[in-house]
């Protein structure tokens, strides 16, 4: 089988590059007693699946949030979920061999809007749990991400950045950080975006790598953005998507 990263919306594979080192998720402690779905931003609160602070407010495998969250105060909004089952048309929907388990964060939009620090990052972390016994398989993730302004003001090249991406899937006995690294290299500063819409920055992911049987594993994802200007947008229109392949046993 194939286990070539693909991003079929962009109609591409992409190709290894570079790696990166994992940082601490220090908010997230794993849980091997449920399938614990939670989303957190820098000196944010910590949104779990079915809480107030999920719009849904129902445990359902998906917390749907908006807020003005992290010491940037950029306004933050979307969806994360777990998968199975994966949603169709997202960038790993077509992964050979299929994901097994994995998370997904879309309808993703940062802006600098009034009274946000214009230039400090925002950080976002997620995780989830997986109950059961996985066989040996691999991992990857992606970031197919646009820059917008929402007053359709042009974006200068490089005014916006991603500072950090990293993924890692670990039980009790076993982590691994998700490498190598693909497609445009971080730090990523945005492409020239002329007025009106969005343009999209390169794709960049990670993997696929090998990970061993795991029981009851923990998927986290972070990443790091900095907007440099009033109205920008960082949009995940697509998604932000991390997964392993790892037969159920």
Known sequence: MSCHHVVPSRGRVI??????????????AASVHGANLLIGFDNGPLITDGSGLDIDGVINDQIIFGGNYGTAGYWVSGTVRQSPAWPVGQSLSGYVPPITGGLTLTNFVAEAVAGSLIGTPLTVRYKGDYLGAYGAGTAVDTLDAEVGNSASSPVPAGTDVITYYQSAVFDN????TILPATGGLIPLGNPFHPGPGTTPY???GHGPVAVPAMTNPTILSSFQIILGAANNQFILPSSAEVGFTGPTS
């Open 15 to 28: 190709a290894a590059a570079a790696c990166f080192v994992l940082v601490a998720f220090a908010p997230f």
């Open 173 to 176: 006995f076993s982590s691994v």
């Open 202 to 204: 390169p794709v960049t």
